[in-house]
């Protein structure tokens, strides 16, 4: 099994930054795929941000501009940069791990992911 644990989610104004991280500890040789996902509030969960161990990156066209996720394998992390918030940013952040998959699939679809963090809490305020 994998653990992992989120921090860094906050309250923050429109327009500023936040920077998350997750760290992950357990079975991680199957974490070979780390994503971030987001709920906001009577919306379903969206993933919008996964690197898979070799460096490969995907991000949602929603996020794209404004987050920037990174990993570190060394220290089974991965972290979130988010600029220029808005309300809309507003939700509960997760991190996940997948092990690694062949064939086509969509790397940020939640069924590749096998393990969840609990979560961390985002407010933007306008």
């Known amino acids: 099994q994998v653990q992992l644990e989120e921090s860094g989610g906050g309250s923050a104004q429109a327009g500023g930054s936040l920077r998350m991280s997750c760290v992950a500890s357990g079975d991680t040789a199957n974490a070979f795929y780390m994503g971030w996902f987001r709920q906001a509030p009577g919306q379903e969960r969206e993933g919008f941000a996964a690197i898979a161990r070799d460096g490969r990156t995907d991000y949602a066209d929603s996020v794209k501009g404004r987050f920037t996720a990174s990993r570190d394998n060394t220290k089974n992390s991965l972290i979130l940069e988010i600029n220029v918030l808005k309300p809309d940013d507003t939700a509960l952040y997760y991190c996940?791990?997948?092990?690694?998959?062949?064939?086509?699939?969509?790397?940020?679809?939640?069924?590749?992911?096998?393990?969840w963090g609990q979560g961390t809490q985002v407010t933007v305020s306008s």
């Open positions: 996940a791990t997948g092990r690694e998959r062949y064939g086509s699939f969509w790397r940020l679809a939640e069924q590749v992911y096998d393990y």
